[in-house]
């Protein structure tokens, strides 16, 4: 598009100052404490869409935190642009493995962003990639070449499951309605090599509970008498797995789909280096199902995961008890075919069965989605190919993801879209971490890319 690596060149600080006082905000939706500023983020992505050039923009109520809607209707004859993205952010937790304060921006050139990457939380999931489309909105409209419909739906829950999203989405159809969704929650294979998303994992996520005595217990006078939640959970856990890494709870794989050679072949094409892998996590081995590879177990595999595990003391010192509780937080990610509310219920039956009477067990789902497949075939896909072909100046590649973003397959049931999925962040920008960055590169190439977007799916649709 006319003059777009200019423009971004021009407005490159004015871009990354505007990014650093929305991240300066900490607005995580997982921690009521953080509520005040849940709806100072919204005012502020208001505000800024405002100013980026959307004739209307609202503040949504939900049951839950509110969605912040904008448009800008040129025609309806035009196709029309569906944005999505979220406002909110994980827990900065554990705030000590922060090299500085998660809510203090700062940027550092690094190896792998020698042009400097924003640490914060937030910085790449999502606020970062959002506000790449908020710029792009810019720079369409101040230089009249915005040349479609757009809207924006940018919601303040998504990193707690999206629980008011349905919600929303169901009543507002009318107001939704779209030839295509886009969004970028996702990564690229590095900043030499685009990618593609085409497929993202489901996900369903519980919260275990194992209660044994009515109370904390002296260990000494009780120890190897009574049985202890935290053993007990901690057997449990382990049975989970098999010797070769197979979830062993009965149906959890008896809808998973087995992706042929010939399409294994083609995801083994994609650049891939096992050692600079374990060097960039400081692991010696990989791990994972026997038979795969690690591009594969960690995309087109289902998996079970261990989130989070307590019980009992904790604190400095010691203090010799049995736990009268122990407690962890599990997520599963599923595969396309797999019903996340389904492993939800096989999970909750087999977790139950295995408890010794010693214990009494409880599970609580907390939420979950569908996995997604996105063609390759589609106006959509090969607009977003085009785009990044010209903005990097190589043809990206399709890619699986071993993500969630549950609310894809949502949308292509009540509003009938398919999604495109145009991600730049990086795997090592370190998202739900401590130090999560976005390169500078990667960020201001979003905003370059993303009206080439927009250019070729419309003359596309013609």
């Known amino acids: ?27 995580v939706s997982a921690d009521s404490a953080f509520s005040k500023d849940i709806l100072k983020t919204a005012d502020a992505v208001k505000n800024a869409l405002e100013k980026a050039g959307c004739d209307k923009v609202e503040i949504c109520k939900t049951p839950g935190n509110p969605i912040v809607y904008g448009e800008k209707i040129i025609d309806k004859k035009l196709p029309t642009i569906l944005v999505y993205g979220h406002y909110d952010v994980q827990p900065a937790d554990p705030i000590d493995l922060w090299d500085s304060p998660p809510f203090e921006p700062v940027i550092k050139k690094t190896k792998i962003h020698p042009d400097g990457a924003i640490f914060a939380r ?32 940018i919601e303040g ?39 593609i ?23 000494g006078l009780y120890g190897g008498a009574v049985a202890n939640p935290i053993n007990i959970l901690a057997k449990m856990i382990a049975s989970l797995h098999d010797e070769n890494n197979r979830v062993t709870i009965p149906g959890f794989y008896d809808k998973v789909a087995d992706l042929s050679s010939a399409e294994r072949a083609e995801m083994a094409k994609a650049p891939f280096s096992l050692d600079d892998y374990k060097k960039a996590l400081d692991i010696e081995e990989v791990y994972g199902e026997k038979g795969y590879t690690t ?4 995309s087109i595999r289902p998996t079970l995961d261990v989130n989070g595990i307590w019980g009992g ?21 599923l595969v396309p075919n797999q019903d996340w509310q389904e492993i939800t219920e096989l999970f909750k039956n087999h977790f139950e069965k295995i408890a010794p009477k010693s214990v009494k067990v409880k599970v609580k789902p907390h939420h979950g989605g569908q996995g997604y497949v996105t063609p390759i075939d589609t106006i959509g896909y090969k607009a977003a190919s085009k785009a990044y072909q010209e903005s990097f100046g190589v043809a990206p590649i399709p890619q699986r993801s071993g993500g969630s973003i549950p609310i894809v397959a949502l949308f292509e049931k009540e509003l009938k879209s398919k999604t495109i999925l145009m991600g730049f962040g990086l795997d090592s920008d370190a998202i739900h971490s401590p130090n999560e960055h976005f390169g500078v590169f990667n960020y201001l190439k979003g905003i370059e890319t993303i009206p080439l977007f927009y250019k070729y799916f419309v003359e596309m649709s013609k």
């Open 295 to 298: 591009n594969e177990r960690n």
């Open 122 to 153: 937030g910085a790449c999931d999502d606020k970062g990639q959002v506000y790449m489309h908020v710029k792009a909105l810019e720079y369409m409209v101040s230089t009249n070449q915005l040349p479609c419909n757009v809207k924006f739906m």
């Open 1 to 27: 598009m006319k003059d777009i690596k200019s423009y971004v060149n021009q407005h490159k600080d004015r871009f990354i100052d505007e990014l650093i006082e929305l991240l300066k905000i900490p607005s």
């Open 197 to 219: 998303t085409t497929g993202l994992r489901g996900l369903s996520y519980v919260e275990v509970e194992v209660t044994g005595p009515n109370r904390d217990l002296h260990s």
């Open 157 to 195: 829950e998504e990193e707690i499951g999206s629980v008011s999203l349905a919600w929303f989405v169901e009543r507002n159809q009318e107001k939704l309605a779209n030839d295509i969704i886009l969004i970028s929650d996702t990564g690229m294979i590095s900043n030499s090599q685009p990618s």
């Open 313 to 333: 003391y904790i604190g400095e010192g010691a203090k010799t008890v049995i736990a009268g509780k122990a407690h962890a937080k599990i997520s599963m990610r």
